[in-house]
């Protein structure tokens, strides 16, 4: 198969709606809306997770379940009131079984009711909040990435166990950057000496950087996402900082990478899959993703592509019977499919059980840069508010 560019995937995407289309007037068909961030400077973000959710649904022929599937791929804007209107479209006029998305997590605070309660299953491919994870759990709500804090917490844990005294933090300034910074806390226990909230979006961190110099802590922590991230590494690099280790989540990362390149290499970051992960289902997946986009992945396209091979297998235990909604979630809970970052169970919450890793940015022989696993830093880890849920 020949290199998939932009134009091509957009041939895929078309021809995913039109291969559904064409059994419109069959009840025998199953109807999935994907919305992601797929404009502005975040856009990378919701590529990587629309392109994994596809390679998927190619991989099984166009069918999940065995269900004729029609995708209908929507852009969120990363505006929430546009996500609401778009999440009432697709349940209401559009009739979709599931919705898939978003990435970030003041969409998904957005678009819950919207489609839990509209009647269809929501999966997120990327953001966890932790209201979700705890007292505010939903039945018709998973998760395929992990809960917020986690990821965070692999670098606090990281930070603790090398023995470091201080900490710089930084995140955005919404419910992920608060998540963030309560997962770092959560495992570090030495003295926070900065932390500091930017707005989201923000692509100067000259202020927060003076501060770092000044201060000379063991070690800085960022979650920075996008665009955000490529600007803050360039930036760590060119105040001349690097001495200082740089650790962060999402921050540099495959979606990040191509644009930060070399400034990036030796920085690390948590995880809960890299690229380089040895198992024979991530060689393939991998493998088809870079053949077909040109690009290495990232989780966020890991992540949808669990997605869909969780729609299939719970679409498939039920017969394609969608009508027996306690059924189908049944089926999603018991997650009856190979995750291509191994083990991989749901807990009471409907959020992942897993492993999560120290990765380390390193750059490939044939040029292209990656994460990869440095350590294991928990195993089968659960999050800390599931005992909060009740559904």
Same mark, same amino acid.
């Given at each position: 198969?020949?290199?998939?560019?932009?134009?091509?995937?957009?041939?895929?995407?078309?021809?995913?709606?039109?291969?559904?289309?064409?059994?419109?007037?069959?009840?025998?068909?199953?109807?999935?809306?994907?919305?992601?961030?797929?404009?502005?400077? +975040?856009? !990378?973000?919701?590529?990587?997770?629309? =392109?994994?959710?596809?390679? /998927?649904?190619?991989? *099984? #022929?166009?069918?999940?379940?065995?269900?004729?599937?029609?995708?209908?791929?929507?852009?969120?804007?990363?505006?929430?009131?546009?996500?609401?209107?778009?999440?009432?479209?697709?349940?209401?006029?559009?009739?979709?079984?599931?919705?898939?998305?978003?990435?970030?997590?003041?969409?998904?605070?957005?678009?819950?009711?919207?489609?839990?309660?509209?009647?269809?299953?929501?999966?997120?491919?990327?953001?966890?909040?932790?209201?979700?994870?705890?007292?505010?759990?939903?039945?018709?709500?998973?998760?395929?990435?992990?809960?917020?804090?986690?990821?965070?917490?692999?670098?606090?844990?990281?930070?603790?166990?090398?023995?470091?005294?201080?900490?710089?933090?930084?995140?955005?300034?919404?419910?992920?950057?608060?998540?963030?910074? +309560?997962? !770092?806390?959560?495992?570090?226990?030495? =003295?926070?000496?900065?932390? /500091?909230?930017?707005? *989201? #979006?923000?692509?100067?961190?000259?202020?927060?950087?003076?501060?770092?110099?000044?201060?000379?802590?063991?070690?800085?922590?960022?979650?920075?996402?996008?665009?955000?991230?490529?600007?803050?590494?360039?930036?760590?690099?060119?105040?001349?900082?690097?001495?200082?280790?740089?650790?962060?989540?999402?921050?540099?990362?495959?979606?990040?990478?191509?644009?930060?390149?070399?400034?990036?290499?030796?920085?690390?970051?948590?995880?809960?899959?890299?690229?380089?992960?040895?198992?024979?289902?991530?060689?393939?997946?991998?493998?088809?993703?870079?053949?077909?986009?040109?690009?290495?992945?990232?989780?966020?396209?890991?992540?949808?592509?669990?997605?869909?091979?969780?729609?299939?297998?719970?679409?498939?235990?039920?017969?394609?019977?969608?009508?027996?909604?306690?059924?189908?979630?049944?089926?999603?809970?018991?997650?009856?499919?190979?995750?291509?970052?191994?083990?991989?169970?749901?807990?009471?919450?409907?959020?992942?059980?897993?492993?999560?890793?120290?990765?380390?940015?390193?750059?490939?022989?044939?040029?292209?840069?990656?994460?990869?696993?440095?350590?294991?830093?928990?195993?089968?880890?659960?999050?800390?508010?599931?005992?909060?849920?009740?559904?």
């Amino acid at each position: 198969m020949k290199l998939m560019g932009k134009a091509a995937l957009g041939a895929l995407m078309t021809t995913v709606l039109a291969t559904s289309s064409y059994a419109q007037d069959s009840d025998d068909k199953l109807k999935i809306g994907l919305m992601f961030t797929l404009s502005g400077p +975040a856009a !990378v973000l919701g590529e990587h997770g629309r =392109d994994g959710f596809l390679q /998927a649904v190619e991989k *099984l #022929g166009g069918k999940l379940g065995g269900m004729e599937t029609e995708v209908i791929v929507i852009d969120d804007e990363r505006k929430p009131d546009v996500a609401v209107n778009k999440a009432k479209e697709l349940v209401e006029r559009d009739g979709v079984d599931f919705v898939v998305g978003p990435i970030f997590s003041n969409i998904l605070i957005a678009m819950m009711k919207p489609v839990t309660e509209g009647g269809a299953i929501l999966i997120s491919p990327n953001a966890g909040t932790s209201n979700f994870a705890g007292k505010e759990c939903n039945k018709n709500f998973f998760v395929t990435s992990y809960q917020n804090d986690q990821v965070h917490e692999v670098l606090g844990k990281y930070a603790q166990d090398k023995g470091y005294k201080s900490m710089f933090l930084m995140a955005p300034n919404y419910q992920a950057g608060k998540d963030a910074i +309560a997962g !770092v806390k959560h495992s570090f226990k030495g =003295d926070v000496v900065g932390e /500091a909230y930017t707005p *989201l #979006g923000n692509m100067d961190f000259s202020a927060e950087l003076a501060q770092i110099a000044a201060m000379q802590p063991d070690a800085v922590y960022a979650f920075m996402p996008g665009g955000m991230g490529v600007n803050l590494v360039k930036q760590y690099r060119q105040a001349g900082l690097e001495g200082i280790p740089f650790l962060s989540a999402f921050t540099v990362d495959e979606s990040t990478l191509p644009a930060q390149k070399d400034a990036a290499v030796g920085f690390f970051g948590g995880s809960n899959w890299a690229p380089n992960m040895d198992n024979p289902a991530n060689k393939e997946f991998v493998a088809g993703f870079e053949e077909k986009t040109g690009r290495v992945p990232a989780t966020y396209a890991m992540q949808a592509y669990d997605a869909a091979l969780l729609i299939d297998s719970a679409v498939k235990a039920v017969g394609g019977d969608l009508s027996d909604k306690d059924a189908l979630i049944a089926a999603m809970e018991k997650a009856d499919f190979e995750s291509v970052r191994g083990d991989f169970s749901f807990g009471a919450n409907h959020y992942p059980i897993q492993d999560f890793y120290l990765v380390e940015v390193a750059k490939r022989d044939d040029g292209k840069y990656q994460t990869e696993i440095v350590e294991k830093i928990f195993d089968d880890y659960q999050d800390n508010y599931v005992d909060q849920c009740q559904m």
